[in-house]
């Protein structure tokens, strides 16, 4: 069905493209059109039927511009769905270790860091789950291109650190150990450092700190040194949730990292050592 508009819907949609809104609410249409919350409502469903809006939830559709054809190919990409959910935001978690290709597991979920409390939303069929972040440690994001639309996605370095932090949003502690495998030969260590000392958390430094020698990663001798100095005196923490894997287990120095995990949960056959690999200095222009 080809999409047509009348006068007034023309004007609406073509104020909309000229300011390039991704989104309008309700609230939006009700002000462009000087009109009531029910025929707001109204002209908000014509839209809807004609396909030059898409409803994401009650009161907030995605605009289907006119690039979009005589039809309207609404865009479907989960990404840039979930871009217009909530401000401010990136894709982190899963969702980024997927993008940055950290795991092969396929997430029947998209992970948004925002900074407030929400519930999950589900999208065209898509489960969107929001993770609150503080503000101190809302870094480590950059904008990419996906279909042509401008997303937040967590840098390499950032997503690595999600997921060691919350593994229950990237997998598992077991596909979080694959991860680290993965991202070791990729990241660039003095990105990995600085995000660390931003962030302030000696048992992220430890856990990344026991990932590593579980790989048999050798850190440049200053690389490593610098991440050892990031862990607190005295601080002793399990590797795992203590609900789920218990308390007890090896004390794996220097990290003073109880390995309350199984070895057969973090590794495959595929990831466990043969060697140790002696990793070089590695910087990235940011």
Known sequence: MERTLSRTEA?????????NRK????????????????YARKFAHRLVQKGWLERLRPGLFQLVPADRGRTGVADTHPLTAG????????????????????????????????REHRRHETIRG???VFVYVPKERFFGFAEIEVLGEAVQMATLERALLDAI??????????????????????????????????WRSSALAQRLGYFLDLHGVQLPHETRGALLELVLPHSKIQLGSRRKWGT??????????????????????ETKPRRRVRLQPKTRDR
């Open 11 to 19: 004007s609406v949609v073509l104020d909309l493209e000229w300011r």
């Open 23 to 38: 989104t309008v609410t309700l609230a939006d249409l009700r002000e462009a059109l000087g009109a009531s919350d029910s």
């Open 83 to 114: 871009a217009v959910l909530v401000d401010p935001y990136f894709f982190s978690f899963g969702a980024a270790c997927t993008h940055h290709g950290l795991t092969e597991q396929v997430f029947a979920e998209v992970y948004v860091a925002c």
């Open 126 to 128: 898509k489960r969107y």
């Open 165 to 198: 932090d919350r593994p229950r949003y990237a997998g598992g502690i077991g596909e979080v150990s694959r991860i680290v495998a993965r991202a070791a030969s990729r990241v660039s260590w003095d990105a990995v450092l600085a995000l660390l000392r931003k």
């Open 248 to 269: 007890t287990g090896r004390l794996a120095r220097p990290w003073n990292v109880v390995e309350n995990v199984p070895r057969d949960v973090l590794l495959s056959p």
